[in-house]
């Protein structure tokens, strides 16, 4: 007998009472390879997810995508679209 799939919560899901975003920073676009933007559901001006030159995650990323950029995105939702989903999320 399966169990019923509607009842497990995905492994990747968080608790949206507790997920607290981490204040968005100015980036050192230095260290970054792709220089894009884009406007969040807010209005707000977020940097689209980007690889690093060092490999390594730069301030203020909120995740780790499947294709190795780091997003920067405020929020849950959507995060990674377009880059592989979220392998992990930071901070």
Same mark, same amino acid.
């Given at each position: ?10 492994? +990747? !899901? ?9 204040? +968005? ?12 933007? +884009? ?10 997810? !980007?690889?690093? #030159?060092?490999?390594? !995650?730069?301030?203020?990323? /909120? !995740?780790?995508?499947?294709?190795? =950029?780091? /997003?920067? /995105?405020?929020?849950? #939702? ?9 392998? =992990?999320?930071?901070?």
């Amino acid at each position: 007998m399966l169990p019923a799939l509607g009842l497990i919560p995905p492994a +990747y !899901a968080l608790d949206p009472t507790t997920y607290q975003p981490g204040q +968005y920073q100015q980036l050192d676009e230095s260290q970054l390879l792709e220089h894009k933007h +884009y406007t969040n559901k807010e209005g707000k001006s977020v940097h689209s997810p !980007a690889h690093t #030159r060092n490999g390594e !995650a730069p301030p203020g990323a /909120s !995740a780790k995508c499947g294709d190795g =950029s780091y /997003s920067f /995105s405020l929020h849950h #939702r959507g995060t990674c679209s377009h880059h592989g989903g979220v392998v =992990s999320w930071l901070g």
